[in-house]
């Protein structure tokens, strides 16, 4: 982590708080916008089971198959499709196997909290949950998304 500090020169200097005793750490207060305060962002929404089953289009064999995989309801068949061919971890069929969108989410936000815990970035243990409970509401909303490459090497 890089903070900026001033010199006695007036002028600011980059570093870490090991090359630089006069850096002083402070995390971030964060706010709530989508989320309520007691209330995890899973229970507000409606979850159902689906079944993911891609075919080749010319053949009709079946390339792709993972039944009973967890979505909430406002999801569409291609978003599930794509996130539960592409994204979830582990093989098929195996207990490793990831099945929730729940599972994916927690992968990817609870690394982020605890990498932001470890490292100072909150004020208080509230603002971290405030973090954890944000990014998690609005990646099951969708109102963005990761690349890939997080989701294929994040947590």
Avoid: C
Wanted: glycine residues 8%.
């Amino acid at each position: 982590m890089t903070e900026t500090v001033s010199s006695s020169s007036g002028n600011s200097a980059r570093g870490t708080k090991r090359d630089n005793p006069q850096v002083i750490r402070t995390g971030l207060p964060l706010t709530r916008l989508f989320t309520t305060e007691g209330v995890h962002p899973y229970d507000q929404v409606t979850w159902e089971r689906r079944d993911v089953v891609q075919q080749n289009w010319k053949t009709g064999e079946t390339v792709f198959e993972q039944r009973g995989v967890e979505f909430p309801d406002f999801w569409s068949v291609n978003a599930s499709t794509i996130v539960t061919t592409k994204y979830f971890r582990g093989a098929v069929g195996t207990e490793q196997r990831e099945q929730s969108l729940r599972q994916l989410i927690n992968r990817v936000v609870l690394t982020y909290t605890k990498a932001g815990r470890e490292h100072g970035y909150f004020a208080t243990e509230a603002d971290a949950e405030v973090f954890e409970h944000e990014l998690t509401w609005m990646l099951l909303h969708q109102v963005f998304s990761f690349n890939s490459p997080v989701w294929f090497n994040v947590g």
